[in-house]
């Protein structure tokens, strides 16, 4: 019996690469793809077979693909779209070169990613398709403007994906984690250095007494943090379920804040975001 395969983005570490580890740890053949060859050659070091996929390169997108395509004949059982950035800081200070360059790596290229494998699914008889959503794609907080808005996008996209590809026999299914320990907030440093001019900011004052300090500081662990494998236990639920969910929430925030979207009125649901 032929392995079940998977293509998954975003292995350098964290989501990523808990869900390569582990579903290659269970029997699939796992397809673990990295932006940096470097990590793409540590993953292949431990006995993953990874590929450099960047979403930011439509180029790399399409190589990846193709290779996936010649080394398992045209068969891939599922897609797990994960890894993303973000770019903090208030929304008026977001040149509007950040806010393109986020969308490409965020949503452009996961559809880019999606629609080229949706083919290898459509001649199989199906597939799934699962996107690595956020509690931000449910609700917006303040300094996180950039992000929110890919994942805001991401979750109209993948609602419209799945019900279009009912009759095809594809599942697409949204994760949508809180805080998970990985190496996210390092990351959206490097962005803000890149893209953020703070001190000639307005709210320059804001960023010394509040983003700073968030993105700087060794705070340890957020409230409520999970570790990656949270994140990778739901998706195995969406693989194997007869019947996927359109969505899996993991970690009490993404729960309560979907809960308080449902229930409070927009002025009320305002006063709690405000303190986040």
Known sequence: MALRTILITGCSSGIGLDAARTLAAQGWRVFATCRAEADCERLRAEGLESLRLDYEDAGSIAAAVAEVTARTGGRLDALFNNGAYAIPGALEDIPPDALRAIFEANLIGWHDLTRRVIPLMRAQGGGRIVQCSSVLGLVGLKWRGAYVATKFALEGLTDVLR??????AIHVVLIEPGPI?????????????RWVDWRDSARAGQYRARLLKRLYADRGPDRFELPPAAVTAALIRALEARRPRARYRVTMPTHAMALARRLLPGRLLDAVLSRG
Do not use: G
């Not at 019900?163 to 095809?168: H, K, T």
């Open 163 to 168: 019900l279009e590809m009912a009759d095809a």
């Open 181 to 193: 320990t990985t190496r996210f907030r390092a990351n959206a440093v490097r962005q803000f250095e």
